[in-house]
């Protein structure tokens, strides 16, 4: 009967899921289709049907404001709704190309002759062409207030790409769904040269002459330049939007892997769900054979249980010494007696104890496993679909690292240096390689450990300093000379 009803929870678990997944691309659209229904609204009861803005109402102020709030929060919401909708259809494509939705759902569509929204029966496909079209509209009326981090960073590499601003960009298919059109994109303002220098990577400048003869005859041509007051604010404008960016996809890199890792670990593998159940259940007390993953942490085991017996007798021994001068021997005896049959209770007793510490341990492992393989994924799907923001990273790690002082950069190559592959680098290498071990219940090998410390540091250190005589040295030769002369 238990194995009966655990099955059945599992299948009505997987069948929730699944039709949670199912009816993402629908949820998400309808979500987006509410916020602009909302929009809406606020259009034809306070801005006589036009579009939410100062000329269309003689609202100011604090009360204007919060209708702007609320237009922002609704266009971004109908941003992210629709990228959820296109990328849920795209997975759904992949894993269910033979799936069938319902062909008939109800829809509110504007009444002929009125603008109150009547329910209708139609085929999905129409209901879902007709929501797009209202949203499309929608968002027409504000495509300047669509000016969003993404499409300054489309912006910024199409002219990094194309070397032009006068060149149109080519909208990039797997960034579609986000709501960025070429037309967007362009209503950021390109500075030809200026923007093509401000978003080069600092590590492609190296030409015949220094950098700094350079830098100088095109600051002098800025600040001949009658329009250069506003290509200063625009670069400062873009800067601050791919700091943003930067900032934004670095926090995402560490979160998202990490919420997703803790999430599979702590919620879904939990013993109160199946799957973690199931997993602990299978390294109960009850089955010693399956209590260790590997022979060392057997050997673990009998190590602790033998030095609490055998700490245990020492203590029976210092106690029979002292009572050998004051009891007789009949009462000592009996007293002996007494404290062995208490230390074989103790012993099973903490038998019991350390098989049920390594049982978890055993189970934990597991669980790390999946765990860490779901953050993993999570993590290279990020890469995968963030190209446009790691090529934005690079740029502002570049600035970032090359903007530093000669002896902050050589401060850090130090450091670097020292800590992993210096002097002192195998005791932290021998310490990491042991935690992770534990961390997913492998053997700590030692020979294994001894040639990884002997050779990846080995093989780090070259790559380093090939690094600073190929590149460094070309691009901060000054940090190079500060370098060395530190280092010495």
Known sequence: MNNNSLLSQLRNY???????YLETPDRALDQAYDAALKIRAIENEHFGGQKISPRATQLRGNALAYFEKDLQKYLRNIRMRLTEFHRSRSALAITNPN????????????????DRFVP???DKPSITLEKL??????????????????????????????GSPDKKAKPDKKNSDNNLSVADTQKVPANSAESTEDFESLSDKTG????????????LRRDLDPKSEAEVLQNYRVSKVKTLLAVRFILILILVPLLVQQGVRNIALSNYLIPGAWITQNFKVENPDRIFLNGEMAEEA???LQGYEERLKFENLLRETFERETLPAEERETRAKERSEQVEVRVREKATEIAASFSTQSANAIKNWIADIAGTIAFVLIL????????????????????LSDSAKAFIIILFTDVFVGFHSPHGWEIILESVSKHFGLPANRDFIFLFIATFPVILDTIFKYWIFRYLNRVSPSAVATYREMNE
Do not use: C, H
């Not at 997987?14 to 949670?20: H, N, P, S, Y």
């Not at 209202?134 to 790409?161: C, H, P």
């Not at 995968?384 to 903007?403: A, H, P, Q, W």
């Open 120 to 122: 209708t029966v139609q």
């Open 302 to 304: 009998l190590r602790e």
């Open 99 to 114: 799936q069938t939705a319902d062909t008939l759902r109800t829809i509110e569509t504007t009444e002929v002759g009125t």
């Open 14 to 20: 997987v069948r929730r899921a699944e039709q949670w």
């Open 133 to 162: 079209r209202f949203i499309d509209e929608v968002l027409m009326r504000y495509a300047d207030e669509q000016l969003t981090l993404e499409a300054v960073s489309a912006s910024m590499l199409s002219v990094e790409i194309n």
């Open 208 to 219: 015949l002459l220094p950098r700094s003869i350079l830098t100088t005859l095109n600051r």
């Open 384 to 403: 995968l679909n963030g190209k446009r923001e790691i090529d934005i990273l690079k740029s502002f790690m570049d600035e970032t690292v090359y903007g």
